[in-house]
């Protein structure tokens, strides 16, 4: 029977589900591009955008989804021919690196899998093998959207320093920022990519990178550039264009901006990243009870490198692609596809940005509901497991 009319329900992992502020924000007409509020608004968002990433360094804003900021990543460090290294986890920092090789850039990847976090000890020991110091940059996810690792990116940079290595650190925090902590700064990372569609709740179409003095230095004015990515304008510009490399993304700015005033209204990231994690332990709560042998289970056994964002989960013997169907097809719930080796064993719960209990939990009983049709082994409740969750928050600071 489909239940599915009503407000839909999208819990895959980006985009994210925007706030009525957000889009009421994108609503405006356009506005002059070359003085006025809108100069005042872009100057305001570049001086904001730094806290996102608790760093004291540039932010620069490119109109393209993730794949541009990868890109102005590396158009700005690094040269063709230079050597960076690719930490593996899931798909995404060697995705990262396969965009560098495009660009002529000599990529190895340090072979993980997707079920574990990066090893520092092998980053280590890979580094001291480097005794000409050839890697210039190690490319690593913070959040792996595919597997849900959440990497230690301060037990990395503790590697990186143990084998006294001068490779920039450049972290890809696509998926946790504004969902899992993140420190840029204090944590010793010298480059960040985001984009704006996961926990930062605006649409696709804003890229982000944060620069450190050590990766803003690494720009070699030698080495052939990408006219529209290139740091050197936006870094010291003549004309506010040369900020965005031609017409800001109006709408998009006006949206972030936004979403910035709720992360703001919320009391600021600390108090964002509570309520991630209040409604990630729900969610692991009622996969942790739905478990059983052959069914069922987190795909991140070690809880401490599970993220707030998303949760991936595995399916054993249960087709995950037909309970994704009936979630969509007749409940109106839209869960995030398995990217994991095997598509129709694993499926993904976004939890990023904009959500509160009702939808947190409306999520988990449509999901226990379809298990529950297909008559699918599970272990006991986890609506009663994950309203327990979430009522221990409730009782929280
Ligand atoms: C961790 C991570 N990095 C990079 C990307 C690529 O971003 P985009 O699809 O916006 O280009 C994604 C997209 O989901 C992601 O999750």
Not at 3 to 17: D, E, F, K, N, Y
Request: glycine share 10%; charged share 20%; aromatic share 6%.
């Amino acid at each position: 029977m489909d239940l599915s009319q009503g407000t839909p329900m999208i819990a895959i992992p980006g985009p994210s589900i925007l706030p009525d502020a957000v889009r009421a924000a994108m609503a405006r007409p356009m506005p002059d591009i070359y003085g006025g509020p809108l100069v005042d608004l872009a100057f305001g968002l570049l001086e904001r955008l730094p806290g996102i990433a608790r760093t004291s360094g540039r932010a620069f804003v490119v109109a393209s989804n993730g794949h541009g900021a990868w890109q102005m990543a590396i158009a700005n460090t690094m040269a063709p021919g230079e050597k960076v290294l690719a930490l593996e986890s899931g798909r995404f920092a060697v995705f990262w690196g396969v965009a560098a090789e495009l660009a002529g850039v000599d990529v190895e990847v340090l072979p993980g899998d997707f079920q574990t976090p990066v090893d520092p000890a092998a980053l280590e020991a890979r580094l001291r093998d480097d005794t000409a110091k050839s890697i210039k940059a190690i490319l690593v996810s913070h959040v792996d959207t595919s597997s849900s690792v959440h990497n230690d990116i301060p037990a990395l940079r503790a590697a990186i320093d143990a084998a006294d290595h001068p490779a920039l650190l450049m972290v890809d925090c696509i998926a946790s920022l504004g969902c899992d902590r993140y420190e840029m700064d204090e944590w010793g990372v010298d480059l960040t990519v985001g984009a704006s569609q996961k926990g930062l709740m605006c649409p696709p179409g804003l890229g982000f990178v944060w620069a450190g003095e050590r990766a803003i230095s690494a720009m070699d004015p030698d080495r052939p550039r990408v006219s529209y990515l290139d740091w050197s304008k936006r870094i010291d510009p003549q004309m506010f264009y040369e900020i965005f490399s031609g017409t800001p993304p109006v709408a998009h700015l006006h949206a972030l901006d936004a979403a910035l005033g709720l992360i703001d209204d919320e009391g600021g990231l600390d108090a964002v990243w509570a309520r991630h994690q209040a409604h990630a332990d729900a969610v692991r709560a009622a996969v942790s009870a739905w478990a059983t042998p052959g069914g069922l289970s987190l795909n991140i056994a070690s809880p401490a490198h599970r993220s707030n964002a998303v949760t991936t989960v595995q399916t054993g013997d249960i087709d995950a692609t037909e309970l994704r169907r009936r979630c969509a097809e007749q409940a109106g719930l839209t869960l995030g596809i398995g990217m994991v080796t095997m598509p129709d064993r694993t499926f993904r719960i976004g939890h990023m940005g904009w959500h509160n209990p009702p939808m947190i939990l409306g999520t988990l009983a449509t999901v226990e509901a379809a298990l529950s049709s297909m008559a699918a082994p599970m272990g006991s409740s986890g609506i009663a497991a994950a309203s327990a969750s979430i009522g221990d928050a409730l009782n929280r600071d």
